[in-house]
């Protein structure tokens, strides 16, 4: 089983919201902010939002702002994010790892799991 497993994509149309839920290995979710990235067809992979280890402290991309929301639930070890007022724009496979990037880049790039895909239909 690997250490990063994303669930909760699907189709939505636009305006409509998904709940992503990544489940992490305790290795990796005790010891690291956590972020969730996502790749457009066409793109690079890039952050959408980025937690702390305690929760307290969130970031976000400028299109994720105001829109999406990242938490993480310590008992269970899993990081959500909640997506609303979805735009075909937000179409591509999501997916979480460590945060900042360049550390899921690195030293955690072995981890990268499937993704899920979201697709927002107009």
């Known amino acids: 089983q690997g250490q990063l497993v994303e669930s909760g994509g699907g189709l939505v149309q636009a305006g409509g919201s998904l709940r992503l839920s990544c489940a992490a290995s305790?290795?990796?979710?005790?010891?690291?902010?956590m972020g969730w990235y996502r790749q457009i067809p066409g793109s690079q992979r890039e952050l959408v939002a980025a937690?702390?280890?305690?929760?307290?402290?969130?970031n976000y991309s400028d299109f994720a702002k105001d829109r999406f929301t990242i938490s993480r639930d310590t008992d269970k070890g899993t990081v959500f994010l909640e997506l609303s007022s979805l735009k075909p724009e937000d179409t591509g496979v999501y997916y979480c790892?460590?945060?900042?990037?360049?550390?899921?880049?690195?030293?955690?790039?072995?981890?990268w799991g499937q993704g899920t895909q979201v697709t927002v239909s107009s």
């Open positions: 305790a290795r990796i979710f005790r010891t690291n902010m």
């Open positions: 937690i702390s280890r305690g929760g307290g402290q969130t």
């Open positions: 790892n460590v945060a900042p990037p360049i550390l899921a880049r690195t030293s955690y790039s072995r981890y």
